[in-house]
Nanobody
Framework: QVQLVESGGGLVQPGGSLRLSCAAS????????MAWYRQAPGNQRELVAT???????NYADAVKGRFTISRDSAKNTVVLQMNSLKPDDTAVYYC?????????WGQGTQVTVSS
């Protein structure tokens, strides 16, 4: 089993930055792909970024060049650094992990981009 706890959401003005963290309950060296998803009101949950155990990352077109995903095995966390935020980035952001042939989700953290 893996428990995931997100933190770092909040209210930010357009053009600002936020750093989301997802803490895992066990060593992320034992976890395969980790990812961040988001879900805006009335929309389906969508993939934002993924990072493999080998630290290869991929991004949705909407966030390329603005967001960076990284894994910190010393802290058992996956981080999403979000820069140049736009109102369209407003959503609940969820951490996701694949391990033991199962998919695990965090409870989500709200990100609101508004002036």
């Amino acid at each position: 089993q893996v428990q995931l706890v997100e933190s770092g959401g909040g209210l930010v003005q357009p053009g600002g930055s936020l750093r989301l963290s997802c803490a895992a309950s066990r060593s992320i060296l034992s976890i395969n792909d980790m990812a961040w998803y988001r879900q805006a009101p009335g929309n389906q949950r969508e993939l934002v970024a993924t990072v493999t155990r080998g630290n290869r990352s991929n991004y949705a077109d909407a966030v390329k060049g603005r967001f960076t995903i990284s894994r910190d095995s010393a802290k058992n966390t996956v981080v999403l650094q979000m820069n140049s935020l736009k109102p369209d980035d407003t959503a609940v952001y969820y951490c996701n992990a694949e391990a033991d042939r199962r998919v695990y989700w965090g409870q989500g953290t709200q990100v609101t981009v508004s002036s």
